[in-house]
């Protein structure tokens, strides 16, 4: 019988740990989350979208996990009552050039399994969404939304009672010894040893890697912070359901979109602007030490030469809402700054390689009995469950 550490409380720790806790051959499961709650980073604010796989390249992790995400979190919500809509999304070409990505975009869909894919006439266009503008329109009906704090809230309790136990305010940096035997965890507390440690650290998961690991992470997490506007609710009829644009293939961020929550209300959002902070949610968050290492970061440095313009773009819709508004005008012309009021803010865990590329795949690692979620950028929240049922399937073969 094995006894696991998680190290991390987002939706991925959790996930992973509810499982975990389901399998009998695990005497134990304990997650370790240093805030006072779980889920107050990237899986608490984020846009609550159901993912279901129409942008990642065929063959990649994303795509294989996504598909079986989606399916697998709307069942979940099912079956223990959490409310979601599946209300579809509508991705909007304005432009000629966009028209044929768009086309690109369908066809790569179809490739990773999409049902019900289907381009909108204008009639059909405006009778979903009245305000919006396009040249061409896909719908993609098996994309949703979801309150990704439910899904945890629910998660908590179901590993609970399985008997799992969830240490908030426990920061996890050091091992006393870590072999292919077991790992001994140095808490703030005690020492305790466990047969396996899962660390799930969000945007801190390459500094993780590297104290618990004692060797240097092959990818480096760079913060870039996401901010959101909301609508005013009076004006909340503007969109119904989720409209996005067609995404820029260079960056995986996927542009300023209009996004129905779960309680109604409606945002648009996110930017995409670096952050000088990992954990910071507003323009002046700001951490010397941490600045310092993106900015000497030279995947960050050769990132922001080839992509100025795009840098600089974000910033600026970073801030001036004109400029925010702009990006979003291209859907709805009709939206003008009075209409919303300042939203949330989150901020990405985004892997950058020493050459300067994002990295869009999901990335883990096993080192003896440790293993890493180096990398889980959008679709992570959807695809939680998938993903962890994969680091069972895949790097925890032995407890199967
Ligand atoms: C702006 C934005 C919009 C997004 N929109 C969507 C969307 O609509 N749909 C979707 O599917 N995905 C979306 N995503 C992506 C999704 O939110 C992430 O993929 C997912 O939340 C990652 O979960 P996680 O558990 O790995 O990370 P996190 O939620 O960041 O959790 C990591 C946890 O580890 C803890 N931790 C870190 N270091 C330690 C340590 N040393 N000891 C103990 N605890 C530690 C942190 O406090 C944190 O709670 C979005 C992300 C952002 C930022």
């Known amino acids: 019988m094995s006894k696991i550490a998680i190290v991390g409380g987002g939706i991925i720790g959790l996930a992973i740990a509810h499982k975990l806790s389901q399998l009998k051959t695990v005497s134990s499961v304990t997650v370790y989350e240093k805030e006072k709650n779980v889920g107050q980073h990237q899986s608490g604010r984020n846009s609550g979208v159901l993912h279901c796989g129409l942008y ?134 005690k020492e305790v040893a466990y047969d396996y440690l899962v660390s799930c650290a969000g945007l801190y998961s390459d500094h993780t890697f590297n104290k618990l690991t004692k060797e240097s992470s092959p990818l480096k997490i760079v913060p870039f912070r996401g901010e959101y506007l909301m609508f005013k609710p009076e004006l909340n009829h503007i969109v119904n359901h989720l409209v996005y644009p067609v995404p820029d293939a260079k960056y995986p961020f996927l542009g300023v979109h209009f996004t129905r929550l779960i309680d109604g209300q409606r945002e648009v959002g ?46 600026k819709s970073s801030m001036s809402s004109s400029a925010f508004i702009d990006k979003a005008r291209k859907m709805i012309p009709e939206v003008t700054n009075d209409m919303f009021v300042k939203g949330n803010a989150g901020v990405r865990a985004q892997a950058i390689s ?27 929240a959807t695809s939680s469950l998938a993903i962890a049922k994969y680091i069972i399937d895949q790097y925890l073969e032995e407890l199967k």
């Open 56 to 189: 990642y390249k065929p063959g990649s992790l994303k795509s294989l996990l996504s598909v079986q995400g989606i399916r697998e979190m709307v069942s979940f919500c099912r079956e223990h009552d959490i409310s979601h809509d599946i209300c579809g999304k509508v991705v909007v070409a304005t432009t000629a050039e966009e028209e044929k990505s768009l086309e690109a975009l369908a066809k790569r869909g179809h490739k990773n399994g999409l049902e019900g894919l289907k381009y909108l006439n204008n009639d059909e266009l405006q009778k979903r969404e009245p305000y919006v503008r396009a040249k061409k329109a896909l719908l993609v009906p098996e994309e949703g939304i979801v309150s990704y704090k439910a899904v945890m809230l629910k998660l908590v309790d179901l590993i609970k009672q399985n008997g799992g136990e969830i240490c908030t305010d426990t920061k996890i940096e050091k091992v006393k010894s870590s072999n292919d035997k077991g790992v001994v965890l140095i808490t703030d507390k």
């Open 270 to 315: 996110p930017n995409a602007v670096f952050a000088f902070k990992r954990e910071g949610y507003n323009t002046f968050s700001f951490s010397a030490k941490e600045t310092f290492e993106s900015l000497t970061y030279p995947g960050l440095i050769r990132f922001m030469k080839n992509n100025f313009a795009f840098s600089m773009g974000e910033l």
């Open 354 to 380: 020493t050459k300067g590329e994002l990295l869009m795949d999901f990335n883990i690692i096993r080192k003896d009995r440790q293993v890493h979620v180096l990398n889980a950028p959008s679709p992570g």
